[in-house]
């Protein structure tokens, strides 16, 4: 069991219990992602987040990085989509 050395909050599932920190290997080239340089794993629902929307969100702020994070989960994904029409 991992110590609570990062203090994890999940906008996507609201979990606090994380995986790993990791430095980031893809390249976000949309902002806010642009300066993202780790992400953190999520040991529920396994999704990479971003470290700046899931580590030390105070609580007032929960609401927000979900928010957020939705609205980017959703932008990667129809990318993807469109990059699977262009094969
Ligand atoms: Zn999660």
Redesign the pocket.
């Known amino acids: 069991m991992l110590s609570n050395k990062i203090n994890f909050f999940?906008?996507?599932?609201?979990?606090d219990k994380y995986i790993g920190k990791t430095t980031i290997g893809k390249n976000y080239k949309d902002e806010p992602y642009k300066n993202v340089t780790s992400e953190i794993q999520?040991?529920?629902?396994?999704?990479d987040?971003p470290s700046i929307i899931s580590e030390n969100i105070s609580p007032d702020k929960q609401n927000e990085m979900s928010k957020l994070w939705n609205e980017i989960y959703n932008h990667h994904i129809k990318k993807m989509l469109h990059n699977v029409k262009m094969f």
Request: aromatic share 8%; net charge positive.
């Open positions: 999940c906008p996507n599932c609201s979990s999520c040991a529920k629902c396994f999704m987040i």
